[in-house]
Structure formats: C-alpha cells, structure tokens
C-alpha cells in the first residue's frame, strides 16, 4: 500500500478532529469548523489549548482541497504542519490519563479524627490534601490551607487552641466546606478532562480517582492542582 501524502495524512487528522468535536459535544454538521472550535474552547481544554492552531488548519484544509473534494489536492502542506495536527489529533482522540502520573500512595483519614491528628498527618505526610472517610464513604478532602483558615478564625473568635486542636474532629470542619472544593472520577479520566475541570472550577483543590468514580471505592489516585503543570508537559511532549 503506497504511503500516505502530506495532505491525506493532514485531511484525516482533521476530519477526525472534526467528526470527533461534533459527536462528542452534540454539535450540528452545519456548523462551520472554526465555530466548532470557538464551542469547544470552553469544553475541551485541548481545543482551548490550540485554538489557534486549529482554526488556522480549518482554513488551510480549504486551501489544500479543492471544493470539498479531497481527492483532487491542490497543494500540499509542510511536514511540520502535518505532525502537529495528528499530535492533536491523538490528544483529542486517545488523550494520556491522569493516573499516569499522579499520586498514588494515597494517605487517608477517618472522619472522627481530631484537627491535632489530621494536622500531624499532613506534616508527616507532606500532603496538603488528605481524603476523609466515614463508614468506609468519602465525605471530603482536608485541605491543609483550610484547616490552617480555620484554625486561625476559631482562634479570633476567642476558642483556646487546645480545644480545636483535641476536641474538633475533622468532620466537624468538612460539613462547613462546600463539595465544589473536590471532586470524585473514575481512572479513566484523561488529563484533558482533568485540566479542564481545574480550569472550570478554580476553587477544586483534587480529584480523587476511583475505579468508576464512586465515593464508596477504594481511592486509587488523587490529582491536585499543582499536577496542572506535569500534565501540560505530557501534553507538549506527547506524540
């Protein structure tokens, strides 16, 4: 079989990316290209990430192909070009997961534990963020900025440090902190939905991974937010 050429390799990396975006996101096929990008921007963070670039390459694909008709080429484009849309492509299509790369050894604690305990488990641990179980269910994250605002307003509002530290549980302080602040996914999640949800939701401190994304499994994984940074090198780097 003859090897593909630069504008048949580019034409099918974008008609993938085409195809995929409007199945993905219940978009009209009479939608042009660069508005499906413009949709997408806010949904999937790969598009949001090479908005231009993909923009840029709908126009090209017009330029290359004369009238819609992909077997009469009219130019062919840079190799370059070429590996730049099927990296995309592959991201948008078979993106790296972020169990990949995240923590693993997950550290947790039972939601009876005193604020003394749950504080020396994050020193030792060196994790600012601790899931917390009741009966075996997920009921939140400690967050070791949270407790340290929290302390610091029990202290103002004239409590003894003892008292916090001895007799308030960790329970105590998550029923006060809305759920926005984490969530639950399966191990499927790809660092594209990743970001994505770390870009919606500035004030989601993890994500716990468990095998389908339910608070009654077993954690296998956490992703915080400064795992932002390794997943976008995968993505640069990926091919």
Do not use: W
């Amino acid at each position: 079989m003859a090897e593909k050429t630069n504008a048949e390799r580019f034409i099918d990396a974008f008609n993938s990316i085409d195809y995929t975006l409007r199945a993905r996101y219940g978009l009209n096929r009479s939608m042009g290209f660069s508005d499906v990008i413009r949709k997408c921007v806010s949904l999937n963070y790969v598009v949001r990430k090479y908005e231009d670039d993909l923009i840029d390459y709908g126009r090209l694909r017009n330029a290359i192909v004369h009238q819609g008709n992909k077997d009469f080429v009219i130019a062919e484009p840079h190799l370059r070009i070429v590996e730049h849309i099927e990296k995309i492509n592959k991201l948008i299509n078979s993106p790296p997961k972020c169990i990949d790369i995240c923590r693993r050894d997950i550290v947790t604690i039972e939601a009876s534990a005193s604020m003394e305990k749950v504080i020396k488990l994050i020193a030792s641990s060196k994790y600012s963020n601790i899931p917390v179980y009741k009966d075996k269910k997920l009921i939140g994250i400690a967050n070791g900025q949270k407790i340290l605002d929290a302390f610091g307003t029990f202290l103002l509002s004239g409590g003894k440090s003892k008292t916090f530290l001895e007799n308030v549980q960790i329970e105590d302080m998550l029923s006060k902190i809305q759920s926005i602040y984490y969530e639950v996914a399966s191990t499927d999640l790809t660092m594209e939905e990743g970001l994505n949800e770390f870009h919606k939701n500035p004030k989601l401190l993890a994500i716990l991974l468990t095998k389908n994304g339910d608070q009654n499994e077993p954690p296998l994984g956490i992703v915080t937010g400064s795992d932002a940074i390794e997943m976008n090198k995968v993505l640069d780097s990926f091919n």
